[in-house]
T-cell receptor, first 112, second 109 residues
Framework: NAGVTQTPKFQVLKTGQSMTLQCAQD?????MYWYRQDPGMGLRLIYY???????DKGEVPNGYNVSRLNKREFSLRLESAAPSQTSVYFC???????????FGDGTRLSIL | GIQVEQSPPDLILQEGANSTLRCNFS?????LQWFHQNPWGQLINLFY???GTKQNGRLSATTVATERYSLLYISSSQTTDSGVYFC???????????FGEGTQLTVNP
């Protein structure tokens, strides 16, 4: 039982390149989330999907798009990467929105 | 505005000492979680505790929802307890977790 799996773990991009971060969970959870964590700060929500087929903006959605591919998978796309998007990205999931969230190990993304 | 405030921001302990971390929140919540972010950056779930008291080994947590605070107790601290401890809440009126800025804990041998 892997929980929440994120790929890749590390990535370096050049400004303007595009990239998709992948997330999959095997806990049959309904809700999935993407967060970013900047140095010395807590996590901030980018987008979430309360259930399969729905997505909504979080606190910092600009520059990102998401796709809830199926119940297991929720991807985050950077269409034209900018240095301000250098961060650690975490994916999370839970059964329903008021239950505990379970986090992946993060993707460290650097944009030069 | 709606806030999650954690204190202290930094804490340095000798191995074996006890500590209390605090999380204050400014509105009613229906989800509160404590996380430990280890030096490798992994977020470890410690407690899901929107109210009441829970214990897990050397760690325990208490949330008093009516007074809008939660406490995380670490007893007999170990060097492996080092890292950042985050409190995160889901407002009753909202849909997402809001994180505090964390408490950086260093436990020295």
């Amino acid at each position: 039982n892997a929980g929440v799996t994120q790929t890749p773990k590390f990535q370096v991009l050049k400004t303007g390149q595009s990239m998709t971060l992948q997330c999959a969970q095997d806990m049959n959870h309904n809700s999935m989330y993407w967060y970013r964590q900047d140095p010395g700060m807590g996590l901030r929500l980018i987008y979430y999907s309360a259930s399969e087929g729905t997505t909504d903006k979080g606190e910092v959605p600009n520059g990102y798009n998401v796709s809830r591919l199926n119940k297991r998978e929720f991807s985050l796309r950077l269409e034209s990467a900018a240095p301000s998007q250098t961060s650690v990205y975490f994916c999370a999931s839970n059964v329903i929105s008021n239950q505990p969230q379970h986090f992946g190990d993060g993707t460290r993304l650097s944009i030069l | 505005g709606i806030q999650v405030e954690q204190s202290p921001p930094d804490l340095i302990l000798q191995e074996g000492a006890n500590s209390t971390l605090r999380c204050n929140f400014s509105d009613s919540v229906n989800n509160l979680q404590w996380f430990h972010q280890n030096p490798w950056g992994q977020l470890i779930n410690l407690f899901y505790i929107p109210s009441g008291t829970k214990q897990n080994g050397r760690l325990s947590a208490t949330t008093v929802a009516t007074e809008r605070y939660s406490l995380l107790y670490i007893s007999s601290s170990q060097t492996t307890d080092s890292g950042v401890y985050f409190c995160a809440v889901r407002w009753t009126s909202g849909s997402r977790l809001t994180f505090g800025e964390g408490t950086q804990l260093t436990v020295n041998p």
